[in-house]
């Protein structure tokens, strides 16, 4: 296959765009993007930096990590307690993973710019309020309202900054402190076998909480009168309350994300090869490489990573690290074909890839990805994504998943990778801690340890694009994974008869 060298931010524009907008005022799109050029970064290359040094460790096998938030944001839903409920349950999943697996935690969310999603189609055809049948471009949620619109872009800039400031805030004011530790409820869980596993968990999560602060632990945190209590009141954040919290979007937008990236001083102490797109300052000695400041870690999609493509040639060259979507369609060669495009230096922490088969494909196709990998010796990040292989549309018309077969995905994916000589480093899924105004959680997917039935899906069916796991059912799954981990910590191999697998991966029959 032939390669190119010659690297900039627009070379892109050489190659073939998988799913295309097409903007009817170029004029218009191109002030749009100006203005964007002349932003201020959402984030910062010593962050970047920060996080691949971090995925290194993940990488290694001494940390782990969680890819997590939802599908697509919407900018109607940039909210105070919106955030404050996703990032309340990516630390809430991440503490569960801590305390099974005794590792670091590395967190990125599907956060802070997560607004645009590939179509398999770039038209549907719906009815407006008149009842007239029309073709429209696909996503938007009103019919009358589906023109491309490039002023969308410079909205998804500022909801990203807002969103993005409201985290850095919760995370800098105790928000993660487990002083405050989050309201872990049971009351969904029908299974009186799997009701008594979560408590002993519980129970053994509180009881260390609690001995650490006891003897001081947390710096913060002193017991008797007069003492500092937290953050808040003047105590420093320490190890249990200080954690680092990453952001995530789907590149799919290249010219958002040409515009926003840009040619940053890399961070004293880094080191990057001598092959690698950078430039030379004219005015100090200062090294400068290609940042995307729009996140910090970018995805491509399995729609769009053509290896003749604009995506891949534009994810070739950015300094951030990235993720790669690897699906049934894949073929072993082709994965280390574009492997060798997107980290030819086989840097560490680069390349993160996250399988999506489908819980009846994963047999067919992982263990030769696997193999093609170790083969080739790329250094590579194993992440499993058991949600979009496994969407379904209910009997209602609603696209929904089941639990068990997202478990089926994960914990035949967790047996793969052991009998394969590998390892998995994390999970990629789409959930939220969303509730409604009376306080309940969306009701989106089948099944969990709340046992969702179809017939419930309406009641708080609230996302616009694909379904996801709600807060009871990602804790059950945080939960399975956990107790996955502490089984291999002892030395205790995972059988069928795990309770957390036999009693989350069944379809419970309520009728």
């Not at 008149?130 to 471009?137: L, P, R």
Request: with cysteine.
């Amino acid at each position: 296959m032939e390669t190119h060298n010659e690297w900039s931010p627009s070379s892109w524009r050489s190659k073939p765009v998988a799913q295309p907008v097409h903007y009817p005022d170029e004029t218009q799109l191109s002030n749009v993007l100006e203005k964007l050029r002349k932003l201020p970064p959402l984030v910062t290359p010593g962050e970047i930096e920060r996080l691949r040094t971090q995925l290194t460790r993940v990488q290694n096998n001494e940390a782990f990590l969680l890819h997590a938030g939802d599908c697509a944001e919407s900018f109607e839903a940039c909210t105070e307690e919106n955030i404050s409920n996703k990032i309340g349950l990516i630390l809430s999943f991440s503490l569960i993973l801590i305390w099974g697996a005794r590792m670091p935690v590395v967190r990125i969310g599907r956060i802070a710019g997560q607004y645009a999603k590939p179509r398999s189609s770039p038209t549907e055809k719906l009815k407006d309020h008149s009842g007239s049948v029309k073709e429209v471009m696909s996503f938007r949620l009103s019919p009358d309202d589906r023109a491309p619109n490039p002023e969308r872009l410079l909205s998804a800039y500022f909801y990203s900054t807002t969103t993005l400031n409201y985290v850095r805030s919760l995370l800098a004011s105790g928000f993660a402190s487990l002083n405050n530790p989050r309201d872990w409820s049971l009351s969904h869980v029908r299974s009186p076998v799997l009701r008594a596993e979560f408590e002993n968990i519980s129970s053994g999560l509180a009881d260390a909480l609690e001995f650490c602060r006891v003897i001081g632990a947390e710096p913060g945190f002193t017991s008797g009168s007069g003492g500092i209590s937290g953050y808040a009141n003047g105590g420093v954040r320490g190890v249990l309350g200080e954690v680092d919290l990453y952001t995530s979007h789907e590149g799919l937008m290249l010219d958002y994300e040409e515009s926003l990236t840009r040619f940053m001083s890399v961070p004293t102490g880094t080191s990057i090869p001598s092959e690698s797109p950078l430039m030379n300052s004219s005015v100090s000695t200062a090294r400068l490489a290609p940042y995307n400041t729009s996140a910090h870690f970018l995805w491509v999609g399995d729609r769009t990573r053509q290896l003749d493509g604009a995506h891949i040639e534009y994810f070739r060259g950015i300094r951030n690290p990235i993720g790669v979507k690897v699906g049934p369609s894949m073929k072993p060669d082709e994965l280390i074909q574009l492997l060798e495009v997107v980290n030819p230096r086989r840097e560490s922490g680069k390349v993160t890839l996250i399988t999506r088969y489908g819980a009846e494909k994963i047999e067919t196709h992982l263990p030769s990805h696997i193999a093609a990998v170790q083969q080739s010796r790329h250094p590579v990040i194993w992440v499993c994504d058991p949600m979009h292989g496994n969407t379904l549309t209910s009997s209602s018309g609603l696209k929904t998943r089941h639990f068990s077969t997202i478990v089926a995905e994960l914990t035949s994916c967790l047996r793969i990778h052991a009998s394969s000589g590998s390892r998995l480093n994390g999970v990629s899924l789409e959930f939220t801690g969303e509730l409604n105004e009376e306080g309940y959680s969306v009701t989106e997917c089948l099944g969990g340890s709340m046992e969702l039935s179809e017939e419930e899906l309406g009641l708080r069916y609230q996302s616009f694009c694909d379904p996801r796991l709600n807060f009871e059912q990602s804790l059950d799954l945080a939960f399975l994974v956990s107790n996955h981990f502490k089984n291999e910590r002892r030395g205790r191999a995972s059988t069928g008869a795990d309770v957390f697998a036999t009693e989350l991966g069944r379809k419970y029959d309520r009728d």
